[in-house]
């Protein structure tokens, strides 16, 4: 049995997707970040960097005692190598999926995270920041789309952990100001992805938990206005 803390964002929906790819048992417990819910001390000691999702693992294979998770691509790798699922076993395979993981985890995720942030959320409008920001989705939707052009139906190869990374961050693509029927063969996969019973399932339980904005004007105030003293 996993223990999932989760909200429904993207780093969220991946974990999702992931478990009802696998048939993994779970269990949601939510943490709902625009109530703050996300600095309980419960939660920040399976998750010290106060954000979503965390997982405890209550049978590792190891044998040992529950082991906690955080960090969404940390997770889907933890639980792809559990389950020798998702990730290709040989050497080539695997590097080749952990790539485009990090490039998820260090580039279309924080990219598309501060182009949500500056076009929708923050108090000013300042020009050079959305540009900046829609430009390099744009960017990133263009490599994604030339690593899909040879095709192939997944990021590599078989369907991995590196397209549930990457998906849900492709989901928003309208708030982020990107037309993906510019991408064709990103366009595909999206499609591919967004109709696997395990996607339909993620999202339709995410709708039974939360379907209010995430970021109100409260919630911006515990959201986006944290800095060290916000850990101590």
Known sequence: MIDLY???TPNGHKITMFLE??????????VNISKGEQFEPSFLAIA?????????????VDGGAPIAIFESGAILLYLADK???????????????????FWQMG?????AGQNHHFVQYAPEKIQYAMDRYVKETSRLYGVLN?????GREYIAGDYSIADMASYPWVVPHV???QNIKEFPF??????????????????????TINTAPTVSEEAKKLLFGQDAKTVN
């Open 6 to 8: 989760y909200w429904t």
């Open 21 to 30: 790819e696998a048939n993994l048992p779970y269990e949601i417990f939510p």
């Open 48 to 60: 010290p960097n106060n954000r979503i999702p965390a997982i405890v693992d209550k049978d590792p």
């Open 83 to 101: 389950l020798k699922q998702f990730i290709p076993q040989d050497l080539r395979g695997r590097n080749l999926a952990l790539q485009w993981l």
């Open 107 to 111: 580039g279309l995720g924080p990219m």
């Open 146 to 150: 030339k690593q899909l052009s040879d």
């Open 175 to 177: 708030r982020q100001q």
């Open 186 to 207: 990103l366009y595909s996969w999206f499609e591919r992805i967004r109709y696997r019973p395990a996607t339909l399932k993620a999202y339709e339980i995410a709708n």
